[in-house]
T-cell receptor
Framework: KQEVTQIPAALSVPEGENLVLNCSFTDSAIYNLQWFRQDPGKGLTSLLLIQSSQREQTSGRLNASLDKSSGRSTLYIAASQPGDSATYLCAVRLGGQNFVFGPGTRLSVLP | DAGVIQSPRHEVTEMGQEVTLRCKPISGHDYLFWYRQTMMRGLELLIYFNNNVPIDDSGMPEDRFSAKMPNASFSTLKIQPSEPRDSAVYFC??????????????FGPGTRLTVL
């Protein structure tokens, strides 16, 4: 059974810092991996999607990498801002359209 | 596009009552998903549809839960009878089959369900 974990569970950093969020999965047979952010009381917003054949994706200050063989993905946020405060979730796509989500990392960026 | 639309946004009901949650996916998307999010279990996939056909409902917790997709622009998730342990936020998501956003999921704002 695929399990997805995220470390750390919570993170607090001062504004301007670069930071890395980690996502691990137990079964490397995935089709893609997607990073989301979730603001309190809101839905999930897609940030980056990495197909299994790709190694990384970039969008603005965000960069996500994927290492299937080691079962890891990282989300790098450059020059963090208070507006980046949210919970960040990763999800892996298994066979069919089955997705398994991690528990999330709660990020606080302090002004 | 308005994105994925869900209604109602909040629902409070009493145990034993029937609850119906509604979802309108993004136009042109082939896949529709229903998820449930709780503090204890996180985000769980309940069921997904491909071109209006239910493909995998193995995540549906009990027979009290049922989902339908009568056409490409509408889906419902029904709980009958509802129980307090069904209290959660229910999300609907859709994704395209092809294009630059292939398999990328787009979520609705969710329905917060409270069963008293």
């Amino acid at each position: 059974k695929q399990e997805v974990t995220q470390i750390p569970a919570a993170l607090s950093v001062p504004e301007g810092e670069n930071l890395v969020l980690n996502c691990s999965f137990t079964d490397s047979a995935i089709y893609n991996l997607q990073w989301f952010r979730q603001d309190p009381g809101k839905g999930l917003t897609s940030l980056l999607l990495i197909q299994s054949s790709q190694r990384e994706q970039t969008s603005g200050r965000l960069n996500a990498s994927l290492d299937k063989s080691s079962g890891r993905s990282t989300l790098y946020i450059a020059a963090s801002q208070p507006g980046d405060s949210a919970t960040y979730l990763c999800a892996v796509r298994l066979g069919g359209q089955n997705f398994v989500f991690g528990p999330g990392t709660r990020l606080s960026v302090l002004p | 596009d308005a994105g994925v639309i869900q209604s109602p946004r909040h629902e409070v009901t009493e145990m034993g009552q029937e609850v119906t949650l509604r979802c309108k996916p993004i136009s042109g998307h082939d896949y529709l998903f229903w998820y449930r999010q709780t503090m204890m279990r996180g985000l769980e996939l309940l069921i997904y549809f491909n071109n209006n056909v239910p493909i995998d409902d193995s995540g549906m917790p009990e027979d009290r839960f049922s989902a339908k997709m009568p056409n490409a622009s509408f889906s419902t998730l029904k709980i009958q009878p509802s129980e307090p342990r069904d209290s959660a936020v229910y999300f609907c998501a859709s994704s395209p089959r092809g294009g630059s956003s292939y398999n990328e999921q787009f979520f609705g704002p969710g329905t917060r369900l409270t069963v008293l």
